[in-house]
Each structure stands twice: as C-alpha cells, then as structure tokens.
C-alpha cells in the first residue's frame, strides 16, 4: 500500500472511535518492529520522525526505510509523520522529501525551546497548512505546552506550566484549519513525567475533556504518552541501568482520552525502555557475545511486544483492512474543493 494521508487514518479512526499510536523512529530494527506488531494485530500505524531522528539516521535513510516498510506490509496503512516540527523550513523539508504528515509545533519558537506566543504560533502554523495541504499533506499543530525534553526539542519543566485553555484551542483550530490538534495537559516527553501514580491534579483529563466539549469533530493529540510501565523499568535496573522511581500516563487515562476525541498517541519512550532493557539484559548476561544481532534481534523483539500491546489497547487492532487508501494528490484536491473540511465543528459553551 503506498503511504496514506494522516488525515485519512484519523479520519477513519473517529469513524470506528479508536485511537492510533504514533511511534518515534530512529533506525531499521525500530521500523520492523513497528511493522511486525501492525501485521500481528491488522492495525493502522502512524511512524513518526523527530528532526533529531531525521539527523541521526539521515533523511533519506529513514525515507527509504519508511518506503520499504509500506512495500513489505502493502496490507498495512502507515502514515510517515515529522513530530515536532519547528519552522516551516523543517515541515517544508519533510514534505518534499515525501512524508504524509507533519506536525508543526509552533507552541515553542524555532529554537524548541522558548514559548511563542499565540500570534506567532498561528502565523507559522497557518503558513504550514497553506503549503501542505495544497500538496494533500496532513498537519498537526499545538496548542498549550509539553513539558519535558526530547531529542533536545521542549520547554523543559513540569507539564502543568502551559495547560492548553479550551478557549484557545478553539480559537486555535478555526484560525489554522489543522487536521489535528496537539494539547497539553500535564504530560511531558520522557521517562520522568509524574512522581506518583498520576491523578486529576497533575494530568488533566478534565482539561481534554472541555477541549472535546467544544471541538467535539476535532482529532485531539495526546504527547508524551508513554506509560513507562514497572517492569520495563525493573528489567533495565536488573541489569545494570540507573533509572529513578518514575511514573507515565496509565493506559486506562490514555483510553479515556479515546473515549473523548483523542485520535492519535504518540509513544517514544516505553520502546526507548523495551529496547533498552533487552540488549542490557544480553550484554550483561552473556558478556562474551558481541554480534550486534545478538541483541538487536531481543531488542526488536521486546518493542514489538510493547507497540503491539498499545495497538490493542488503543482499539486500532483489526482495523488495517476497513478501507482502501485515497492517493494524495485527491486528498489535495479534498481540500481545495472542500470536501475535506478545515473549519473546525464548534459547540457553544
Ligand atoms: P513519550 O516520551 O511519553 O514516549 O512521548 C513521545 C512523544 O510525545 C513524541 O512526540
């Protein structure tokens, strides 16, 4: 199958009231992993690339790695996503190198880091969706701030510094026409995201919920969604690793989130964990091997394990065949003429 639109997969998505996990790609065995859990479970997948990722790998690298995995599993829709995009530039880049989707994150100014304002992150964003959806190409923008770090990108901090105001996001989504929306409601990027199993007080499901409320049609995005489960944590600190005493977003919050607009997840760090955790496991274990695929194949074994359970969890198991893929030259001419609509469903107050 070639690579299908992200608007499409959500669409389709909200149609059947599932969610879609979006998985961080840096390399080869994390794309067969991916790969082997939609095909073991007939699941729809977005694969997702942050710009550190785009630099590690090389752009045309992880294109083509994209590109073989849609060859070898034609059964399966993927949508190939930039995450976190911060300029135009990069979106830009992103998609005349041939991705379905973009996100772009102008709730940080172009150096990932600093806060814009929301002026500046409706320019940017605007500007993006002018370019790509003329090209069929799906974007992604946010609202509110992430807290934490990844691949050098984010505000750093607590996620409760910059919760998105469903006001705003309103305002947000009628100004950009975005097809989905990134908000923030505690959760940050990362291992380190809550102290304690999360309640109300630090992630705010109230908050999606009144988003939901008043952009009931809108493909909501939730970031910084690893679970960052125990015993991924115990395997990694059996076998030497460091890591502190930490807590994610529970699944069953994730899946509340589907139950309210939430349409795409994004998951990096619970296969950053399973990954990591099995090639400990081998090296400390078995101190004498030394092939690399002596534990890579143990580390895309344990990720495949991890996305296929999410996968299930957030409903898109089963759903790869429901429907054919529409090319992206007719998604573009669906916004032009629009069919696709841009204009966000607004419910009063
Ligand atoms: P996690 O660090 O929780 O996996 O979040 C990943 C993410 O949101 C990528 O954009």
């Given at each position: 199958?070639p690579?299908?639109?992200?608007?499409?997969?959500?669409?389709e998505a909200?149609?059947?009231?599932y969610g879609?996990?979006?998985?961080n790609?840096?390399?080869?065995?994390?794309?067969?992993a991916?790969?082997?859990?939609?095909?073991?479970?007939?699941?729809?997948?977005v694969?997702?690339?942050?710009?550190?990722?785009?630099a590690?790998?090389?752009?045309?690298?992880?294109?083509?790695?994209?590109?073989?995995a849609s060859?070898?599993?034609?059964?399966?829709?993927i949508?190939?996503?930039?995450?976190h995009?911060n300029?135009?530039?990069?979106?830009?880049?992103?998609?005349?190198?041939?991705?379905t989707s973009?996100?772009m994150d102008?709730?940080?100014k172009?150096d990932?880091?600093?806060?814009?304002?929301f002026?500046?992150?409706?320019?940017?964003t605007?500007?993006?969706?002018?370019?790509?959806h003329?090209r069929?190409v799906?974007?992604?923008g946010?609202?509110?701030?992430?807290?934490?770090?990844?691949?050098?990108?984010?505000?750093?901090?607590?996620?409760?510094?910059h919760?998105t105001?469903?006001?705003?996001?309103v305002?947000?989504?009628?100004?950009?026409?975005?097809?989905?929306?990134?908000?923030a409601?505690?959760?940050?990027?990362?291992?380190?995201?809550?102290?304690?199993?999360p309640d109300?007080?630090?992630l705010?499901?109230?908050?999606?919920?009144a988003?939901?409320?008043?952009?009931?049609?809108?493909?909501?995005?939730?970031?910084?969604?690893?679970?960052?489960p125990k015993?991924?944590?115990?395997?990694v600190?059996?076998y030497?690793?460091k890591?502190?005493?930490?807590w994610?977003?529970?699944?069953?919050?994730?899946q509340?989130?589907?139950r309210?607009?939430v349409?795409?997840?994004?998951?990096?760090?619970d296969?950053r964990?399973?990954?990591?955790?099995?090639?400990r496991?081998?090296?400390?274990t078995?101190?004498e091997?030394?092939?690399?695929r002596?534990?890579?194949?143990?580390?895309?074994?344990?990720?495949?394990?991890?996305v296929?359970?999410?996968m299930?969890?957030?409903?898109?198991?089963?759903?790869?065949?429901?429907?054919?893929?529409i090319?992206?030259?007719?998604?573009?001419?669906?916004y032009?003429?629009?069919?696709l609509?841009?204009q966000?469903?607004?419910a009063?107050?």
């Amino acid at each position: 199958m070639p690579l299908v639109s992200m608007r499409q997969l959500l669409d389709e998505a909200a149609k059947g009231g599932y969610g879609v996990g979006a998985f961080n790609v840096n390399d080869m065995e994390q794309i067969q992993a991916i790969m082997a859990a939609a095909k073991e479970t007939n699941s729809p997948v977005v694969i997702q690339a942050s710009r550190g990722a785009r630099a590690f790998a090389q752009d045309r690298f992880l294109f083509h790695l994209i590109l073989a995995a849609s060859e070898l599993y034609p059964e399966i829709p993927i949508a190939m996503h930039q995450d976190h995009g911060n300029s135009f530039e990069t979106c830009k880049s992103a998609i005349e190198l041939g991705y379905t989707s973009v996100m772009m994150d102008g709730s940080l100014k172009e150096d990932g880091k600093t806060p814009s304002s929301f002026e500046e992150n409706v320019a940017v964003t605007k500007k993006v969706v002018d370019f790509a959806h003329a090209r069929g190409v799906t974007v992604e923008g946010e609202i509110g701030v992430l807290g934490g770090i990844e691949d050098g990108h984010g505000a750093g901090g607590s996620g409760l510094e910059h919760v998105t105001d469903p006001d705003q996001a309103v305002e947000f989504a009628e100004l950009t026409g975005v097809d989905a929306l990134a908000i923030a409601i505690g959760t940050s990027h990362g291992a380190y995201k809550f102290s304690k199993k999360p309640d109300g007080s630090v992630l705010k499901m109230d908050v999606l919920i009144a988003i939901h409320k008043r952009l009931p049609n809108t493909h909501l995005v939730m970031h910084g969604s690893s679970s960052v489960p125990k015993d991924l944590q115990d395997i990694v600190n059996q076998y030497g690793g460091k890591l502190k005493e930490t807590w994610g977003v529970p699944v069953e919050e994730i899946q509340l989130g589907i139950r309210n607009g939430v349409r795409k997840i994004n998951v990096d760090t619970d296969n950053r964990l399973a990954m990591t955790g099995a090639i400990r496991k081998v090296l400390w274990t078995q101190p004498e091997k030394f092939d690399p695929r002596d534990y890579m194949k143990p580390a895309r074994e344990a990720m495949q394990k991890v996305v296929a359970l999410r996968m299930t969890q957030f409903g898109q198991a089963g759903h790869a065949g429901d429907y054919a893929p529409i090319s992206i030259a007719e998604i573009a001419k669906g916004y032009a003429d629009g069919t696709l609509t841009t204009q966000p469903l607004v419910a009063a107050k």
